[in-house]
């Protein structure tokens, strides 16, 4: 017993530099998933245009309508531009996750039951 403490703490010790390396993994949003960035970007360049945002966010509205959730908040819906932090006319990774987690804090939470 006088070894497995340690041992278990040596062990969560190493391990916490490797989880806190680790991407965030997407955060939930009512009984779905907010999207990730692959589901913006789809030819897989690394970067989404302004084409791409704009398929993947009507592909999820239609997506969410049909399953009987329709999306909340479409007129207060950020444009592209908003997500393009430096303007360079294309979203990176960085921007998209940035962007999701300000869209994640600032979503209103349901009334306590």
Do not use: C, W
Request: hydrophobic residues 40%; glycine residues 8%; aromatic residues 6%.
């Amino acid at each position: 017993m006088k070894i497995a403490l340690p041992l278990a703490l040596s062990l969560l010790l190493t391990a916490l530099p490797a989880a806190a390396e680790q991407p965030a993994p997407p955060m939930p949003m009512g009984r779905g998933m907010m999207p990730v960035f692959a589901d913006f970007d789809a030819n897989g360049d690394g970067s989404i245009t302004e084409q791409e945002y704009v398929d993947a966010r009507n592909k999820r509205i239609a997506q969410r309508a049909s399953e009987g959730r329709p999306m909340r908040g479409l007129a207060q819906a950020e444009e592209f531009k908003d997500v393009d932090a430096n303007g360079d006319g294309g979203i990176s990774r960085e921007e998209f996750e940035a962007h999701q987690r300000r869209h994640f804090q600032n979503r209103p939470m349901p009334p306590a039951r």
